[in-house]
């Protein structure tokens, strides 16, 4: 029988371009989640999301 699967939702707030700091994100979000099996994350969370659809926007 398989048992019961933990996900976890990481709301993190990536820096545009900057990978360093968003690793040190995704890391303490995991270490947070140890106890889950599965941790999600944000699209385009290691480089940050641009910001182009509020730029373009009219």
């Given at each position: 029988m398989i048992g019961d699967l933990k996900i976890a939702a990481a709301q993190?707030?990536?820096t545009l371009g900057n990978i360093a700091h968003n690793s040190a994100l995704i890391?303490?979000?995991?270490?947070q989640a140890k106890d889950f099996d599965l941790v999600v994350f944000p699209e385009l969370v290691i480089c940050g999301y641009p910001?182009?659809?509020?730029?373009?926007k009219p």
């Open positions: 993190i707030n990536p890391r303490a979000a995991l270490a910001p182009e659809d509020l730029v373009l």
